[in-house]
């Protein structure tokens, strides 16, 4: 097959001639004697020897029996396209080819270039031996066609292609297929065009694992930028560390269904030392409480080697996410997006384009296990500030700009670093220059560990032809490969670092783009792209009125639908998401790519680099803002599109609940017990305890969903406490808390912040149920219960019921509160917590108990369960055999049989 990409054969030129033979010594009639260096060599008759510390000297025996001296000269000078270098061990050197030529457009292109033939169906890199350059070529593979019919197939770049969007099925069963990778989740046959009365089953796979970012998989990512798209490849920011993932995904599998579909998961735990779960983040399961995913409330774990299928009808239409619900692992990369389509939806004449591609998954991330930070911030001296941001998984990273701004240099008359946003890729190569920098905090010592990059050793050459993925599609390479020993080096200014993640449009277009914050850290994201608006029309799956904003803000677990107008001229233009609050404390942000069809793959304008940014608009979602602020809209402030049910506008609600929270001086028994290291008995490592209404959760040993009302008894809230004399203001306070509603009775809840220790935000999240954001305002910086409750006595809470939205995630202001109203019709309990990771896990949230037992659905037959196992210290016997469980009495029946053997 003739190849397009032919390098030019090397032009070797050697010009070497005999300038003198000059007789050195003469020897007996039969042999030379050569004296050189001390040493003595016998030479034959027209014999030659080379001289292996200079081989352009050589010598040799004439017939006169003489020694000659023989020097060569040599000629370096090279056709164009090529360069001279010398050769070890040879006395000329060879001329090289310096740049690669495409055979087919004779272009000539660098080391390091990577084009695309003409026809698309191959990717062309040009790359060094060392010595001289080649071209290894990429060639696509076309994927298998899956029963697909004749009318729907596409051909695109090179290969046909089926569009399952316009497949017509009659079937309402999707046998399940393998799921290896993200290409094929993007062919599976519930990714289609919605139609109405149709509905189908749609099977996944999740395999659970432990796993590595920047693994063996990646080969020599990011220095050959096309091996961070190989198949497990799990590039993240660059940065080496263990992760948790589904399928060796990260983000995970996306499932894309239609409403009314019902999904069905087969989660396999693959973990080696830990029980996994997963919840359904925007499901609310009203025939299928038990699938919430939630351990100690809905299910039991599900243990290492263990299956559980999840089996769920998608009755709730948008964009919504799956994740772990247990410990910490949704941080450590146990997440996906979960969209659902209607077949007709309420903004499609707004955009041109709903697709895949243009899910935007953000998330905070750290360089260690989520573990390992949240152990040593709770008992030791560590922090619970984020790293970086990711977009979909991916990122660069320039180091903890702000500990690099700390540096002051100490010799050399350096310049100091004057501000993050000018700091270089060169300041970050800190490898043997430790002397010329003063560490002043340990957050520094802790970025210059960070600021580092993979190399790659080559051991053994072999040749070898693999498959992978380039962007989304296949392709077969061929070169003389490797095997590599992987290790770690400082990077420098030439060190490549991992690609941006990058969002196509067409000029003209308008595209919907389905926003995702997977965040577990105080780190809400401000989200906004280069010379373009964003216009929301969705939160949480609920639609509202189209608001055209310059920025949006997002919390943990929230998801913001939008649309982009591809209105700019052609080119490639920043996403920019801009960690706020802890990410702010280390500058941490990230940037994607919007590129316009027919832009080259330049770097979009303005400095990557750079935390800070000069841009003025208007505000969505404003971090802390109060209502009514200048620039900015509050969620209170947006308007949905469906008129509020009347229910929700009566006048006084039939239950109503006052939740404040804070941060408390308590002795955790957690991080502070009392006696040991009490709070105030510390004098480094003072954690305050995030509470609700006081309270800390502690969550049922078994799940309170299948023992129902056997736990019962180990229920609290404030006012069961108070009635037992109970002071949580003064001590502290773990238990079940729960709080008892009425089936189909109207809850309003009052959320405040109180705000008195540190300025902060917190989002709560509620399963199972939506709920209308009717009131939302930031008092001062701080605000107290009997405040709230003052004012709301006095009729001064703002509330809004006409036209407000619904949401199941909101944030509340700091130094405010949030009011809340749900009508509760869906029997269970229900958990309603802080979307950050560090405060749920010590137990800021509560459970809403809606309905009685009685009221709730029957658990469902072979369901699994798990309980406790405390066996009492007594003797039971088993056919002829008699057992001892008390330890003392085992031991001194051993003694007694010794004293009387």
């Not at 783009?513 to 609920?542: K, V």
Request: charged letters at 20%; hydrophobic letters at 35%; proline letters at 5%.
């Amino acid at each position: 097959m003739n190849k397009l990409m032919i390098v030019k054969f090397l032009f070797v030129i050697y010009l070497c001639q005999c300038v003198r033979a000059e007789v050195i010594q003469a020897g007996t009639p039969e042999v030379c004697e050569l004296k050189l260096d001390g040493n003595l060599k016998l030479l034959s008759v027209n014999e030659s020897w080379i001289n292996t510390n200079n081989p352009c000297i050589s010598y040799r025996c004439n017939s006169d029996v003489k020694i000659e001296k023989v020097q060569k000269e040599c000629n370096s000078t090279c056709d164009i396209n090529f360069v001279y270098k010398t050769v070890p061990g040879e006395c000329c050197g060879k001329c090289y080819a310096a740049l690669c030529i495409d055979g087919n457009t004779q272009e000539s292109f660098m080391e390091g270039d990577v084009w695309k033939s003409a026809d698309n169906c191959t990717i062309n890199e040009c790359v060094s031996d060392g010595l001289e350059v080649r071209i290894n070529y990429y060639e696509k593979s076309c994927p298998k066609l899956r029963n697909c019919p004749r009318d729907n197939i596409e051909s695109r770049d090179c290969c046909p292609y089926c569009n399952y969007r316009q497949q017509r099925s009659s079937s309402t069963q999707i046998n399940q297929v393998e799921l290896t990778d993200r290409d094929n989740y993007r062919s599976h046959p519930c990714l289609r065009d919605c139609k109405k009365g149709e509905s189908l089953t749609c099977h996944y796979d999740f395999i659970i694992e432990q796993y590595e970012t920047m693994s063996k998989a990646c080969y020599n990512c990011p220095r050959n930028m096309t091996d961070c798209y190989r198949p497990h490849c799990i590039s993240a920011d660059g940065m080496r560390r263990s992760i948790i993932v589904v399928n060796r995904m990260f983000p995970g599998p996306t499932i894309e269904v239609c409403l009314n579909d019902t999904i069905v998961v087969d989660v396999q735990n693959h973990l080696m030392s830990e029980g996994t779960s997963i919840h359904w983040h925007g499901m609310h399961q009203r025939l299928s409480p038990f699938m919430d995913g939630v351990p100690h409330i809905s299910q039991c774990a599900i243990y290492p080697g263990q299956t559980f299928r999840y089996s769920f009808l998608a009755d709730n239409p948008g964009t919504h996410m799956w994740h772990s619900h247990l410990g910490l692992q949704r941080s450590d990369g146990l997440v996906g997006p979960l969209i659902v389509r209607e077949v007709e939806e309420f903004h499609e004449s707004l955009y041109d384009f709903d697709v895949s591609e243009h899910i935007l998954l953000t998330m905070d991330w750290i360089h260690e296990p989520v573990n390992s930070k949240f152990t040593a911030h709770y008992h030791g001296r560590g922090d619970n500030k984020p790293s970086n941001v990711l977009i979909n998984g991916r990122g660069k990273y320039y180091g903890n700009l702000t500990a690099l701004a700390k540096l002051s240099t100490t010799t050399k008359g350096s310049d100091q670093i004057s501000s993050t946003a000018e700091i270089s890729e060169k300041s970050l190569n800190l490898q043997n220059k430790e002397e010329e920098f003063i560490i002043i905090t340990e957050e520094l010592a802790t970025a210059t560990e960070e600021i580092q990059t993979t190399t790659e050793i080559p051991v053994t050459d072999i040749l070898e032809t693999t498959t992978y993925n380039y962007g989304h599609e296949t392709y077969h390479y061929h070169q003389p490969s490797h095997r590599f020993k992987r290790a770690l080096a400082p990077a420098d200014e030439d060190s490549p670092l991992v690609p941006y993640e990058t969002f196509n449009v067409v000029k003209g277009n308008r595209y919907r783009f389905r926003h995702i914050n997977a965040g577990f850290l105080n780190c809400p994201i401000e989200l906004s792209i280069d010379n373009h608006t964003i216009t929301a029309i969705a939160t949480d799956g609920t639609n509202i009125k189209p608001k055209e904003v310059t920025f949006l803000v997002s919390y943990a677990g929230e998801r913001w639908d939008f649309i982009v107008n591809a209105n700019q001229e052609v080119g490639n233009y920043f996403i920019r998401a801009r960690g706020m609050l802890d990410c702010a404390s280390t500058s941490s942000f990230q940037m994607a790519v919007l590129h316009y069809n027919g832009a080259g793959d330049e770097i979009p304008a303005g400095n990557p680099k750079s935390y800070n940014f000069n841009r003025s608009g208007t505000t969505l979602n404003a971090l802390n803002a109060p209502h009514g602020s200048s620039g900015s809209i509050t969620v209170a402030e947006t308007m949905a599109v469906e008129k509020t049910e009347n229910l929700i506008s009566k006048q006084e609600p039939d239950v109503k609940f006052y939740l404040s929270y804070d941060f408390y001086a308590k002795d955790n028994s957690l991080f502070h017990p009392a006696g040991l290291y009490g709070f105030d008995n510390v004098t480094f490592g003072k954690i305050y305890t995030p509470q609700i209404n006081h309270i800390s959760m502690k969550l049922p040993h078994i799940p309170a969903m299948i023992v129902q009302d056997l736990l019962e008894h180990q229920f609290c809230n404030a006012s069961s406490l108070e009635a037992q004399g109970i002071n949580c203001k003064e001590t502290f306070c773990q238990c079940t808390h729960v709080l008892q509603v009425p089936l189909n009775s109207l809850v309003e809840m009052i959320l405040i912040d109180e705000g008195v220790v540190y300025e902060a935000n917190h989002m709560f999240h509620l399963h199972g149920n939506y709920f209308h954001v009717v009131g939302m305002d930031r008092i001062g910086t701080n605000v107290s219960l009997e405040q709230i409750k003052e004012l709301d006595k006095a009729g001064k809470l703002k509330r809004k019921f006409a036209d407000s939205v619904k949401k199941d995630t909101v944030t509340v202001p700091d130094g405010g509160y949030t009011i809340i109203r749900l009508f509760a019709d869906n029997p269970g309990l229900w958990l309603m917590h802080c979307h950050l990771d560090f405060h749920a896990e010590i137990g800021m949230a509560v459970i809403l108990k809606v309905g009685e037992f009685d009221e709730m659905l029957p658990v469902p037959r072979g369901f699994p369960t798990c309980q406790d196992y405390s066996p009492s210290d007594e003797v039971f016997s088993s056919g002829s055999k008699v057992f001892i469980s008390s330890l003392p009495i085992l031991l001194l029946t051993c003694v007694l049989t010794n004293v009387f053997s």
